[in-house]
């Protein structure tokens, strides 16, 4: 079975600087890779996802993250902050070869400041 | 515009009324879910169909049913309605493609929050 932990239900960063947010999955197969973001009121939108190839992924508004097999991690990152990332991000995995279950994380809150 | 439709949006009822949550998609896609989002335990997948006719069980389906008699659309149904199922809920669906839609997207509705009094 797959599982996904967020470290950090709430992140806090300054306008500018670095976003980091961390995911880390568990799978005893070839995972695909998921993040997706909810702002308020609003239903998921992906950002981006990892399935095979290269494993630093670029995704929508300027996100990034990197799989790392001997981690068993996809970070989620964005050099610079803007107000307007602040809403809740959620990692997901979904094992290769079998089904189309998206078992996901328990988000994390990011907060931008001025 | 391609998209995921709900109905309600909101809706706030009491314990034992029987409720249908509409989800309707209009991409041609075989595959559906139902999520509920609770604080703290992120999404959890309720139920799920691959096609007209075949639904099957997610990680929380107790007090819940669903049906698949047309592709595009894919209710939710609490026959009984229980405050510990105030919750946000989600609908998404993916098309199956030759990968078996492993590597597609799944395109979520806007969510439909549901009170249980």
């Known amino acids: 079975a797959q599982s996904v932990t967020q470290l950090g239900s709430h992140v806090s960063v300054s306008e500018g600087a670095l976003v980091l947010l961390r995911c880390n999955y568990s799978?005893?197969?070839?995972?695909?890779l998921f993040w997706y973001v909810q702002y308020p009121n609003q239903g998921l939108q992906l950002l981006l996802k990892?399935?095979?190839?290269?494993?630093l992924v670029k995704g929508i508004n300027g996100f990034e993250a990197e799989f790392k097999k001997s981690e068993t991690s996809f970070h989620l990152t964005k050099p610079s902050a803007h107000m307007s990332d602040a809403a809740e991000y959620f990692c997901a995995v979904r094992l290769t070869g079998g089904g189309n279950k998206l078992t996901f994380g328990t988000g994390t809150q990011l907060k931008v400041e001025l | 515009e391609a998209q995921v439709t709900q109905n309600p949006r909101y809706l706030i009822t009491v314990t034992g009324k029987k409720l249908t949550v509409t989800c309707s998609q209009n991409?041609?896609?075989?595959?559906m879910s139902w999520y509920r989002q609770d604080p703290g335990l992120g999404l959890r997948q309720i139920y799920y169909s691959m096609n007209v006719e075949v639904t099957d069980k997610g990680d929380v389906p107790e007090g819940y049913k669903v049906s698949r008699k047309e592709k595009r659309n894919f209710p939710l149904i609490l026959e009984s309605p229980s405050p510990n199922q105030t919750s946000l809920y989600f609908c998404a669906s993916i098309p199956w493609g030759l990968a078996g839609g492993q590597t597609d997207t799944q395109y979520f509705g806007p969510g439909t929050r549901l009170t249980v009094l």
């Open positions: 799978s005893s197969v070839p995972p695909y």
């Open positions: 991409m041609n896609h075989e595959y």
């Open positions: 990892y399935t095979t190839g290269a494993t």
